[in-house]
T-cell receptor, first 112, second 111 residues
Framework: GESVGLHLPTLSVQEGDNSIINCAYS??????FIWYKQESGKGPQFIID?????DKRQGQRVTVLLNKTVKHLSLQIAATQPGDSAVYFC???????????FGSGTRLQVQP | EADIYQTPRYLVIGTGKKITLECSQT?????MYWYQQDPGMELHLIHY???????EKGDLSSESTVSRIRTEHFPLTLESARPSHTSQYLC??????????FGSGTQLSVL
């Protein structure tokens, strides 16, 4: 069946380093992808999105890369800060689905 | 910042009680959703609505029900809570650009 999953359940980085969080999806019909950040006890917070007609999109300190050939999505965080510590979810949607499908999340731990 | 609110923030109740989790948004979004999330796990869609008087069940089977009498309000009800219902319940609404905005969630514990 369709699924969205993450390669690494926990990622630990040093403050100031760049972080890369990966995500694989299996639905080739997916045409919209979003990264969410979820801090403890809070709802997911939108970070950045990308549509399937793009392969890269940049935001403030974040970049999302989409490789449709291998159905892979990544989130790059530049100069990671302690405030970036959270669980990060990727989510996908295709035009035939009713809502976003979420992966299982990656916990990012930033070491000072 | 999204204007979507959930109450209560935390709820501890006994088995067999009827509960309603409230969700309201002030953005005028037609599409609203309820997700269930266990700690550290992915979000599972349990209900959604595309507008007033429109409600559908999601991917994850749930014993809860929802209603959508007003655009801004999308409450979720459990007629008889059980310990297996213990979880976090997240409400969301979607704008015309497909962006999903979440509330802070209700952490439900059924004893």
């Amino acid at each position: 069946g369709e699924s969205v999953g993450l390669h690494l359940p926990t990622l630990s980085v040093q403050e100031g380093d760049n972080s890369i969080i990966n995500c694989a999806y299996s639905n080739s019909a997916s045409d919209y992808f979003i990264w969410y950040k979820q801090e403890s006890g809070k709802g997911p917070q939108f970070i950045i999105d990308i549509r399937s007609n793009m392969d890269k999109r940049q935001g403030q300190r974040v970049t999302v890369l989409l490789n449709k050939t291998v159905k892979h999505l990544s989130l790059q965080i530049a100069a990671t800060q302690p405030g970036d510590s959270a669980v990060y979810f990727c989510a996908e949607m295709d035009t035939g689905r009713r809502a976003l499908t979420f992966g299982s999340g990656t916990r990012l731990q930033v070491q000072p | 910042e999204a204007d979507i609110y959930q109450t209560p923030r935390y709820l501890v109740i006994g088995t067999g009680k009827k509960i309603t989790l409230e969700c309201s948004q002030t953005m005028g979004h037609d599409k609203m959703y309820w997700y269930q999330q266990d700690p550290g796990m992915e979000l599972h869609l349990i209900h959604y609505s595309y507008g007033v008087n429109s409600t559908e069940k999601g991917d994850l089977s749930s014993e809860s029900t929802v209603s959508r009498i007003r655009t801004e309000h999308f409450p979720l009800t459990l007629e008889s809570a059980r310990p297996s219902h213990t979880s976090q319940y997240l409400c969301a609404s979607r704008d015309h650009n497909e962006k999903l905005f979440f509330g802070s969630g209700t952490q439900l514990s059924v004893l």
